[in-house]
């Protein structure tokens, strides 16, 4: 079976190698706490270090078909060979017993991407991005197959909502579906919220980054907050 997780919310996915990890930026004061969300019950996430165990992929002893995807997907903004650290200013981190087989960028904003550089001079310039506006996806969703959704666990074990110290997931349509979502307290009437979001995860992993809207008319805010996902990769060993 497998299981998708969407995330809906401004999250940086940490690819390091060796572990999969979503790291949750400190927006409290602006934001409900993170939860995840499964069929029947939910779980709020405290601070600190979180970790979905998916257990070994089932091995029933038939190649399982797996349907590729076909929609359209739209690019992260992505940072490659990143070898800052990455958790000390997180408010939660979410780690992955096993990879996901694969991750699609979904409900695209146009947006620029904005970088401070040290000049040799030792000030900081503001650059704007050379190939100007562009789409990126402000959710994504991970794929794990072969998953058994029953033995699927959460540590540390908590409290979910209605009943249950586990996520009660169940198949539909072949699929098991988890949601970590972190919406805002009040609905953002202007790009400013998005901004302050998506330059508070680029502070938490150590970059000097700004999000920028061209002028438009319309503004989709898929994720309740319109800030685009990040998605930082350590050096390749």
Aim: net charge negative; charged share 25%.
């Amino acid at each position: 079976m497998n299981l998708h997780l969407l995330l809906e919310g401004p999250f940086v996915l940490c690819d390091d190698n060796d572990k999969f990890r979503v790291l949750i930026p400190d927006l409290m004061d602006t934001h409900f706490k993170p939860g995840i969300t499964a069929t029947n019950n939910a779980l709020e996430l405290e601070n600190g270090m979180w970790t979905i165990d998916l257990g070994d992929p089932i091995d029933d002893g038939e190649e399982e078909e797996t349907e590729p995807y076909s929609g359209e997907t739209f690019k992260f903004d992505e940072i490659s060979d990143f070898s800052r650290p990455r958790t000390c200013r997180s408010y939660a981190v979410l780690t992955f017993t096993r990879r996901p087989d694969y991750y699609v960028g979904i409900s695209p904003h146009t947006a620029e991407i904005w970088f401070s550089e040290q000049t040799s001079y030792g000030l900081r310039s503001v650059q704007a991005p050379p190939e100007g506006p562009s789409d990126f996806a402000t959710r994504a969703v991970l794929v794990f197959e072969s998953v058994d959704l029953e033995n699927v666990r959460v540590d540390p074990e908590s409290k979910w909502g209605p009943s249950g110290n586990q996520p009660d997931i169940v198949s539909i349509g072949g699929v098991g579906l988890l949601v970590l979502d972190m919406k805002p307290i009040t609905v953002p009437s202007t790009e400013d919220h998005a901004q302050m979001a998506y330059r508070n995860m680029a502070r938490m992993v150590g970059l000097d980054r700004y999000m920028q809207h061209p002028p438009v008319t319309h503004l989709g805010r898929y994720n309740d907050c319109g800030a685009i996902m990040m998605h930082i990769k350590a050096p390749k060993v």
